[in-house]
């Protein structure tokens, strides 16, 4: 894959047509899935125990399911069921206009830190992201990588600028470089640029050295909401 500078932050939508974003295919791609396939097999293995006991806490905290399936655009937009623990109460999407005002993020994204609909034990899991841990099985169905662009959701997805649809050209991943760059305290326009540059630069050795720096993010919980 063609290393290219990273877009430059004065960058506009009509920069962005020179980009030639990759779809991994052949061996590329046979290298990406084999490495996401082993290590996702191997985390179900040595987490099972903890997505056992978070479960049953899920379970037994609020009323609802224990898995929220999210329907995310996948690669070419394709959709799929995003997997994560349920961090909300039932009505959560029914109360969305009601917290619409306290949305904190840019672009098309709806972030909010002290979201009031999220339960207790919900809000510790967004905090810690581990109720992002059932994605282990979306990597094992081959409908996300390690690492790629953060899935957004179809509405958010409805609203992208053409340029932003070129995030769609490659799986999505469960951490990403936007991910250990400032989460989601970024602009969205930056973590599209960011996501276009991984695409363009894309190695083994960038998504361990990606996956290493996530760790510490996570283990620090910065931008995570």
């Not at 490495?35 to 179900?44: E, N, Q, S, T």
């Not at 961090?87 to 994204?109: I, S």
């Amino acid at each position: 894959v063609e290393c290219r500078e990273p877009i430059g932050e004065d960058a506009t939508a009509d920069d962005e047509g020179w980009l030639d974003v990759p779809v991994f295919e052949g061996f590329d791609f046979a290298v990406k899935r084999s490495f996401d396939f082993a290590g996702a097999a191997i985390l179900v293995l040595l987490t099972a125990p903890l997505l056992a006991v978070i479960a049953v806490l899920v379970k037994l905290t609020s009323r609802g399911p224990i898995l929220h399936r999210s329907p995310r655009p996948g690669i070419g937009g394709v959709p799929f069921d995003c997997l994560k623990f349920r961090t909300m109460y039932q009505d959560a999407e029914q109360r969305k206009d009601e917290v619409r005002h306290l949305n904190e993020a840019q672009g098309p994204m709806f972030k909010i830190k002290n979201d009031p609909r999220r339960t207790p034990v919900g809000s510790l899991l967004r905090k810690t992201s581990l109720d992002e841990l059932p994605q282990f099985f979306n990597i094992l169905k081959g409908e996300m990588s390690w690492v790629g662009p953060r899935p957004t959701t179809l509405d958010e997805t409805a609203q992208y600028e053409e340029w932003h649809l070129k995030r769609l050209e490659v799986l999505p991943g469960l951490t990403g470089l936007w991910q250990v760059s400032g989460r989601s305290d970024l602009p969205f326009d930056e973590m599209v640029k960011l996501d276009l540059y991984y695409a363009e630069n894309w190695s083994l050795v960038f998504d361990l050295a990606i996956i290493l720096k996530t760790i510490p993010v996570v283990l620090k919980s910065k931008g995570a909401y």
